[in-house]
């Protein structure tokens, strides 16, 4: 069982319209969340990095949030957009040092 | 310097031939990753330098597997005899200790097809 699970696994909207990505998280202690954006064939992209004490974070169209307590995080994506089409993939860094990533998800954005 | 650099951009290799790949990290950037990634799956974590000493190396990181930073600049991550099960797409990325956040910087990765 992965220590970082996303949800869902693939997901595809109509271009414009909003959506809400998840990522559940078992590890500990906590360092930092990140989410990423990769298109396929390429690598991933930081989109937001969080501390353990922020709650949300915002990055254009992207907005993430985080709850500390329950170990869950969430990417929203506003009015989204075909180039939005990619992999998320979410990553909690420990505080030892060691990142640990989600498998993403995979995200179609359609005209 | 742009960003992270990574050389063959695609590999195409028969099964026990060896491949090396390279990585240019960010030139301030003194920690390197290596990172293996298949189809629908997140990166899986192989190995770490922090300047030219390797100080994590995962037991993904088989025998047939080595990576040097000999200078603590570029990288290299070598397979010896490859098998098919080495496909997939190896990814660098460079970090800064200094900075507090360890952000990864990642490089475009290098896809490799073994036959």
């Known amino acids: 069982k992965n220590q970082v699970e996303q949800s869902p696994q693939s997901l595809i909207i109509l271009e414009g319209k909003n959506c809400t990505l998840q990522c559940n998280y078992t590890v500990s202690p906590f360092s930092n969340l990140r989410w990423y954006k990769q298109d396929t064939g390429r690598g991933p992209v930081s989109l937001t990095i969080?501390?353990?004490?922020?709650n949300t974070k915002s990055n254009g169209r992207y907005t993430a949030t985080l709850d500390a307590d329950t170990k869950q995080s969430s990417l929203h994506i506003t009015a989204s957009q075909l180039s939005d089409s990619a992999s998320y993939i979410c990553v909690v860094r420990l505080n030892a040092g060691k990142s640990t990533f989600g498998d993403g998800t995979t995200l179609t954005v359609k005209p | 310097d742009t960003g992270v650099s990574q050389d063959p951009r695609h590999k195409i290799t028969k099964r026990g031939q060896n491949v090396t790949f390279r990585c240019d990290p960010i030139?301030?950037?003194?920690?390197l990753y290596w990172y293996r990634q298949t189809l629908g799956q997140g990166p899986e974590f192989l190995t770490y330098f922090q300047n030219e000493a390797q100080l994590e190396k995962s037991r993904l990181l088989s025998d047939r597997f080595s990576a040097e930073r000999p200078k603590g600049s570029f990288s290299t991550l070598e397979i010896q005899r490859t098998e098919q099960g080495d496909s997939a797409m190896y990814l660098c990325?460079?970090?800064?200790?200094?900075?507090?956040?360890?952000?990864?910087?990642f490089g475009p990765g290098t896809r490799l097809t073994v036959t």
């Open positions: 969080m501390t353990f004490s922020e």
């Open positions: 030139s301030e950037h003194n920690r």
């Open positions: 990325a460079s970090s800064s200790g200094y900075s507090g956040s360890y952000e990864q910087y």
